[in-house]
């Protein structure tokens, strides 16, 4: 059991877990025969009620309560061994093997840690606890019979969990890539850091045993909790929410990069396409992106009667020795050539309604490239190009 006089973050940490267990009830019930989803509910349930009855205002109302001391010992023991073996379970139906594998291993590790919890219990009433213990029980009670059997008990059936699961969490870890890998790389230590618990936990009551007081180090393992929990949240969050949080941020970047054409593009009359504002704060990434995307497709397309051809091939011209300069390609030189033609059609459109009668569209290749010609909207190459062949446009227009 932990020590310390605060119990709000064991409070908030257990009720945030039980929260989530709650939200995949629904899951749970309509796939109820998936082992791996029943490991996942089943390792939240015990992380959740671990945090709330291992404060030590908990262990004090249980057994006042019940009106038995210490109860809460073997209760929390037994929850603590239940999410051991929930935590192995869930890394053996988490990582990719032969089906009968699978379920064997997982039918050993269920009998196993459900015979541990039975064997901590009967300990308990066994044994005799008269005084009550929040924060020393392992050491006050380590020569007592059957309560030194249920306290070593305890501590090396989470250990040998935690070590197994770390060794598995860096074994598979070699085979898969990119957030999996991360997050599997940042369990094994974590669960590392519950045997170091574990182990420092073992010290003290082997002191005990051998009429030696090493009870500070009861005090030292609490601290390896909270690194614990940090980890093992990062570790499993990791794998589940970074790819959907690398994908959003891809497009975010795709929006960033589309905003030069966008603001070039935002008033272009788009006659047949109606052009909705969607409020970013409460639209996601992709269908922003999608409605963005659908907007410049039809401002292109509705600019397509003011293109200029013989703009285009004058600009491509001179683009091209820019490009050339600047470590560019012909392909540079076209982007840029397009650009300058649909700012100046954009003037067009807004100064004359009359069409250009030999107007040419932008070929389907290029008006798909639109990260492309966004960017050479902001280039300075674009920009100087635009001005100099929208002045004898404008000649042109005043006479």
């Known amino acids: 059991m932990s020590s310390g006089t605060g119990n709000l973050g064991f409070y908030a940490c257990g009720s945030i877990l039980l929260a989530v267990c709650a939200m995949k009830l629904p899951a749970l019930v309509r796939r109820r025969h998936d082992m791996l989803l029943r490991a996942a509910c089943l ?13 030590p205002d908990s262990i004090v109302e249980l057994n006042r309560r019940t009106g038995i001391s210490n109860v809460a010992a073997p209760v929390v023991y037994a929850i603590t061994t239940a999410f051991s073996g929930a935590s192995l379970l869930l890394i053996i139906n988490w990582r990719p093997a032969p089906p009968e594998e699978t379920r064997h291993a997982s039918r050993l590790c269920i009998t196993a840690y459900s015979l541990t919890i039975i064997a901590i219990i009967l300990l308990f009433w066994a044994g005799s606890a008269p005084v009550e213990q929040v924060a020393l029980f392992d050491v006050y009670y380590a020569n007592t019979p059957y309560l030194r059997e249920m306290i070593v008990l305890y501590l090396v059936a989470q250990g040998v969990a935690m070590m197994t699961a770390s060794a598995l969490c860096w074994r598979w870890s070699r085979e898969v890539h990119s957030f999996l890998r991360a997050g599997l790389r940042i369990l094994a230590p974590a669960y590392l850091v519950i045997v170091s618990y574990d182990v420092i936990r073992l010290v003290a009551v082997t002191a005990r045993l051998t009429g030696h007081d090493l009870d500070f180090l009861i005090k030292v393992s609490v601290q390896f909790a909270p690194l614990a929990s940090l980890l093992g949240a990062i570790g499993f969050t990791l794998p589940l929410a970074g790819p959907r949080m690398a994908e959003t941020l891809h497009t975010v970047r795709q929006l960033r990069q589309l905003a030069p054409l966008n603001k070039a593009l935002e008033h272009v009359a788009t006659p047949g396409a109606i052009r909705t504002t969607l409020p970013w704060w409460r639209t996601p990434p992709d269908v922003l992106l999608t409605g963005r995307k659908t907007a410049l497709y039809d401002a292109i397309l509705a600019l397509a ?54 107007a040419a569209p932008l070929t389907a290749r290029r008006t798909q490239d639109l990260a492309r010609l966004s960017q050479a909207m902001n280039s300075s190459t674009t920009r100087d190009l635009y001005e100099h062949h929208l002045s004898p446009q404008k000649a042109a227009h005043h006479d």
């Open 305 to 358: 009667p003011y293109y200029d051809p013989a703009v285009r091939e004058a600009v491509r011209a001179a683009a091209h020795h820019a490009a050339l300069d600047e470590g560019g390609d012909e392909s540079d030189a076209a982007v840029t050539a397009d650009a300058v033609m649909i700012m100046i059609a954009c003037e067009r459109q807004r100064t004359s309604p009359q069409p250009q009668p030999d």
């Open 43 to 55: 390792l939240l349930l015990a992380a959740g009620c671990l945090m709330i009855l291992a404060a």
